[in-house]
T-cell receptor
Framework: DAKTTQPPSMDCAEGRAANLPCNHSTISGNEYVYWYRQIHSQGPQYIIHGLKNNETNEMASLIITEDRKSSTLILPHATLRDTAVYYCIVRVARNQGGKLIFGQGTELSVKP | GAVVSQHPSWVICKSGTSVKIECRSLDFQATTMFWYRQFPKQSLMLMATSNEGSKATYEQGVEKDKFLINHASLTLSTLTVTSAHPEDSSFYIC??????????????FGPGTRLTVL
């Protein structure tokens, strides 16, 4: 699976959009981009995933560049409860046996 | 959404004893479960992939005789840390893959088990 690079930490003001970048320059054509987050001392929580089109759900939006070498997770209106470590993971599809391998992630601090 | 539970949520044991951690998928069947370990201020490290009815597949560097994995049913996988030592103290997290494929993201995580070895 391709390796990802994320900034180690970011701050965001409460109520503002949080934009978390991820570089995955070695991504292959059959690999998806997944985002999970982990609130302190809890198990990871799925946020969103995509292949090449932008995706949006009730939690966030995922913007993938046309060359698929990077992506941005957008939390449109960050709240204090969004403070967590956010992991960007690249992996092959489930039916190809892909495992979730976690990198170091970005520690997002949402401040009042 | 699908729920994965772990038991116990925390455990303290003496050095040299064995500890069993259970991972259950509560409302779905999981032919595949995964075990991760997380040390303080670090990311999750995949330890092994547990397949129902067959032997687990361990990641490189993980001692299979120390971390025994059993996946005897479609809803239960267990991780036994044998002869635990203080360096085994960690946060152990399991995840389960929905066999039906109904969920597009298909892998659900448990809340974790905090192991402290004295």
């Amino acid at each position: 699976d391709a390796k990802t690079t994320q900034p180690p930490s970011m701050d965001c003001a409460e109520g503002r959009a949080a934009n978390l970048p991820c570089n995955h320059s070695t991504i292959s054509g059959n690999e998806y981009v997944y985002w999970y987050r982990q609130i302190h001392s809890q198990g990871p929580q799925y946020i969103i995933h995509g292949l090449k089109n932008n995706e949006t759900n009730e939690m966030a939006s995922l913007i993938i560049t046309e060359d698929r070498k990077s992506s941005t997770l957008i939390l449109p209106h960050a709240t204090l409860r969004d403070t967590a470590v956010y992991y960007c993971i690249v992996r092959v599809a489930r039916n190809q046996g892909g495992k979730l391998i976690f990198g170091q992630g970005t520690e997002l601090s949402v401040k009042p | 959404g699908a729920v994965v539970s772990q038991h116990p949520s925390w455990v303290i044991c003496k050095s040299g004893t064995s500890v069993k951690i259970e991972c259950r998928s509560l409302d779905f069947q999981a032919t595949t479960m995964f075990w991760y370990r997380q040390f303080p201020k670090q990311s999750l490290m995949l330890m092994a992939t547990s397949n129902e009815g067959s032997k687990a597949t361990y990641e490189q560097g993980v001692e299979k005789d120390k971390f025994l994995i059993n996946h005897a049913s479609l809803t239960l996988s267990t991780l036994t840390v044998t002869s635990a030592h203080p360096e085994d103290s960690s946060f152990y997290i399991c995840s389960a893959r929905d066999s039906s494929g109904r969920a597009s993201y298909e892998q659900f995580f448990g809340p974790g088990t905090r192991l402290t070895v004295l």
